[in-house]
């Protein structure tokens, strides 16, 4: 069993900063990426930023300069800063870890997503 869960959303002004963090636990032997992914209404789920499995890091291009992912490794946690947020930065946003078991089984997990709102 393996658990992915994410805290940190909520309500902020446009121009105001959130940190989102993102947990995985559970049979876990090792995990080849981690990001975050979001998804507006009417809009498919995007990447907003994201760990890749030889530790280089991708961002969207609309988060760059002000969104920054960070991680640590011996709590399989990953963070979200993010700075100088736009209404349009409005969704839920969701977890995702893509990781080997402790029974070799690799597989995609997601969180069940925190909802980001940035009022004008």
């Known amino acids: 069993q393996v658990q992915v869960v994410e805290s940190g959303g909520g309500l902020v002004q446009a121009g105001g900063s959130l940190r989102l963090s993102c947990a995985a636990s559970?049979?876990?032997?090792?995990?080849?990426?981690m990001g975050w992914y979001r998804q507006a209404p009417g809009k498919q789920r995007e990447l907003v930023a994201a760990f890749t499995s030889g530790g280089t890091t991708n961002y969207a291009d609309s988060v760059k300069g002000r969104f920054t992912i960070s991680r640590d490794n011996a709590k399989n946690t990953v963070y979200l800063q993010m700075n100088s947020l736009k209404p349009e930065d409005t969704a839920v946003y969701y977890c995702h870890a893509e990781l080997y078991t402790l029974y070799s089984v690799r597989g995609d997990y997601w969180g069940q997503g925190t909802q980001v709102t940035v009022s004008s």
């Open positions: 559970g049979s876990i032997f090792r995990i080849n990426g």
